[in-house]
Each structure stands twice: as C-alpha cells, then as structure tokens.
C-alpha cells in the first residue's frame, strides 16, 4: 500500500490564494505522473493538473494562469499553488499517483481529499 496524505485545504476569501500538498509513502519505487483532482457537489470529478516524473505539466483551461503543480521528487510529494481563487473552485480536491512499487507492480493511488471552499 501507498498512502497518499493531503493537506492544505481550508476556506478563504475569492481572490486568495492556497498551497495543497500531497505525500506519498511506503512501497514506492518510483512515481510516475502525480495529479490533482476536484469534485464539486453533484458534479463528476475532473483532472485540475498533472505532472510527470520529469517535471512535464498540464493545466486544466479553468485553471491556468491562476493554479501552478509542482513537485519534489526525493520527498514523494506534489504540491498545487492555487492563485486568484474564485467561488467556482470550491469542490473537494484528490491527489492521484501512479506508483511502481517495489515488488515491481504498477498502481493507481488516491489521496483522501481535501475541502477548498472559496467565498465571494
């Protein structure tokens, strides 16, 4: 098992900004692309950012401009700079990683979510 711990979430004022923050521990060999995802209520859960080993980013057009993903290989962590937070960006956001893990396999892990309310 992997587990994936978030945090950084909270509530803050449209116009604000918030880090997430999301390690990985246990049987990892290596990780491959780590991603952010958010689920608002009553919707489906979308991908927000992605990153590859190599540091290769994508954004959702949502988000960029305002969202910048990074990573910290020898922690086994990722990170979600969120800028110029608006209203809509509420939802709960979910770290995913793909793992290989030392006995060689390859899995899709999942963060337990964090809440970002922003108000206006």
């Known amino acids: 098992q992997v587990p994936l711990v978030e945090s950084g979430g909270g509530l803050v004022q449209a116009g604000g900004s918030l880090r997430l923050s999301c390690a990985a521990s246990g049987s990892i060999s290596s990780i491959n692309t780590m991603s952010w995802y958010r689920q608002a209520p009553g919707k489906q859960r979308d991908v927000v950012a992605a990153i590859t080993k190599g540091g290769s980013t994508n954004l959702a057009d949502s988000v960029k401009g305002r969202f910048t993903i990074s990573r910290d290989n020898a922690k086994n962590t990722v990170y979600l700079q969120m800028n110029s937070l608006k209203p809509e960006d509420t939802a709960v956001y979910y770290c995913?990683?793909?793992?290989?893990?030392?006995?060689?396999?390859?899995?899709?892990?999942w963060g337990q979510g964090t809440q970002v309310t922003v108000s206006s």
């Open positions: 995913n990683a793909v793992v290989t893990t030392v006995y060689g396999y390859e899995f899709n892990y």
